[in-house]
């Protein structure tokens, strides 16, 4: 009776403990992954949401724990892979607008208690669909030539000088938040612009005009207060009472008003500390 116990425990994944699993939902929201992987009226989390882009359109996959059309036969080690390194189980390359040049800077601790929230939410059935892109973008073993160019691997490294706070805001943007990935203006091969970081583009998702984020006077932040900034995370509302739209929106219900006051804060107090690129039209435009 022993031997038969011990065969179905290591036959079957040990179950996370309940406070990684509440870690995990709370990464989720950071992460925002709620509305970039759940389609109108769809399963939450069962993908097929569309994604325009200048390269076609993408429809995001299923991330629950499904084992047929979802992630349920993904070994902790495939989910790592996947995220840090944009490589699917089977040995694909997944396409940069999935954010795994964000993701790669999140702690695997951080990644994986992500994954044991996913696994354990109700599996949904949702096949995923074919991505709309042109040749030769529609290439998956060209993306890495794309990576030898414009992906760096590595997990985010404080900055000494930093405060505790403004370095957990700068993990919380550049990695889980992955806001430079729209933030960001993009080259013709769809790499980011690292000297504009964060400067906002008039060709975001969907074509979407994405603002500049640093502290630039004229374009950016540069008027607001870590308050402000803190309010527009937690309701969408801007400092002339107007409201979020789009995607950001989406940010803000599915994402950063489920973090913490702390965590907002600390997202305010890293864009202020950033060096202002002026960039774009001015924001009263």
Known sequence: MALAALAVGLASPARADEATVARGAYLVRAGGCVACHTAPGGAAFAGGRAMKTPFGTFYTPNITADPETGIGRWS????????????????EHYFPVFPFASYTKAAPADLLAIKDYLFSLPPAAAPRKDHDIG??????????????????????????????????????????GHCGECHTPRNPAGGTLIA???????????????PNITPDAETGLGGWSRDEIAELLASGTKPDFDNVQGSMAEVVDDGTSHLTEG????????????APIRHGKSRAN
Not at 196 to 210: K, S
Not at 263 to 274: E, F, P, Q, T
């Open 76 to 91: 902790d080690a495939d989910f790592l892979r996947a995220l840090q390194d944009g490589v699917s189980p089977a040995g």
């Open 135 to 176: 040749f030769p973008f529609s290439i998956r073993a060209l993306q890495a030539g794309w990576k030898l160019l414009f992906f760096r691997p590595g997990e985010f490294r404080p900055r000494a000088s930093a405060s505790p706070e403004v370095n957990r805001g700068a993990y919380l943007v550049q990695a889980l």
């Open 196 to 210: 504009l970081a964060l400067a906002g583009t008039n060709d975001g998702p969907d074509g979407e005009r994405v």
């Open 263 to 274: 965590d907002r804060a600390a997202i305010a107090a890293y864009l202020l500390s950033l």
